[in-house]
């Protein structure tokens, strides 16, 4: 039964997500769901797979590596939306696809140095605290500019793009500034970043503010509490 109610939620986003990018003038290729995980255990996250869906979110680095361990073997982009400590970074990296919320310089040198170690160059986006709320993570956007070049200069770093949240759940005016305005930075940021910088990637968006994220631009959004409505979430 629950897969039944799974599989609604996940078709109503996703031609949520096909309207919202036609009213942004864009397909809905161009819009890329991250289905978060974080709240449901591994039964409904294969569930999930087996509906198809390939891009998975968690932002807790512990429980990312438990859902990956126990789904190794599917063809799965593991994305790490939430903080990251330093010392998790090791174990974190080989797991991950994307991490979306590089929220420091540190950070960043941390990351650079285990994927040297791994020989390998890891995709990131860098988190934006457009808000400015002190109790979020995240660059300032002042930061983010007068430290792109010391980003730049990681060489197994690859920046793809900037991540944002909405700092008020439920305003969706507040949502839609602030999105417009990750969009903004990432537009000045373009004029600036040397080419070993791509910015094409807007991670911004969560359940209930994914549609206004794709109408200011989101190429990425992270919905998790959508997909499981109707459905036993104890994990
Ligand atoms: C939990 C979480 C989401 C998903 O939130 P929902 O409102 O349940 O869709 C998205 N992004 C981040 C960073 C999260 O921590």
Redo the contacts with the bound molecule.
């Keep these: 039964m629950s897969d039944l109610r799974l599989a609604d939620n996940l078709s109503l986003v996703h031609s949520r997500i096909a309207a919202a990018a036609q009213r942004s003038g864009r397909q809905a290729a161009d819009v890329k769901l991250v289905a ?1 995980t ?2 449901v255990p591994i039964g409904t996250v294969r569930s999930l797979v087996a509906l198809g869906c390939r891009d998975l ?1 968690e ?1 807790r680095p512990q429980a990312l590596w438990d859902k990956a361990a126990s789904l190794a073997g599917e063809e799965i982009q593991w994305h790490l ?2 903080h990251l400590q330093r010392n998790k970074v090791e174990r974190t990296l080989p797991l991950v696809s994307l991490v979306h ?1 590089c929220d420091s310089l540190r950070l960043l040198r941390a990351i650079d140095s285990a994927a040297a170690q791994l020989k390998r160059i890891v995709p990131v986006l860098i988190e934006v605290n457009v808000s400015q709320d002190e109790t979020k993570h995240g660059f300032s956007p002042e930061e983010v500019e007068s430290q792109l070049e010391s980003i730049a200069k990681l060489p197994h770093i690859a920046v793809r793009g900037l991540m944002c ?1 909405a700092s008020r759940e439920g305003d969706l005016d507040q949502a839609r500034r602030e999105f417009a305005q990750l969009r903004e930075i990432r537009e000045r940021l373009r004029v600036a970043a040397p080419p070993s910088i791509t910015l094409d990637e807007l991670s911004m968006g ?3 503010d994914y549609e206004v994220a794709i109408e200011e631009g989101a190429t990425i959004v ?5 997909l499981f409505e109707g459905i036993e979430t104890q994990a």
Aim: proline fraction near 0%; glycine fraction near 24%; aromatic fraction near 6%.
């Design positions: 978060v974080k709240y979110g932002s939306i939430g919320s949240m969560m359940s209930g992270r919905v998790g509490s959508a």
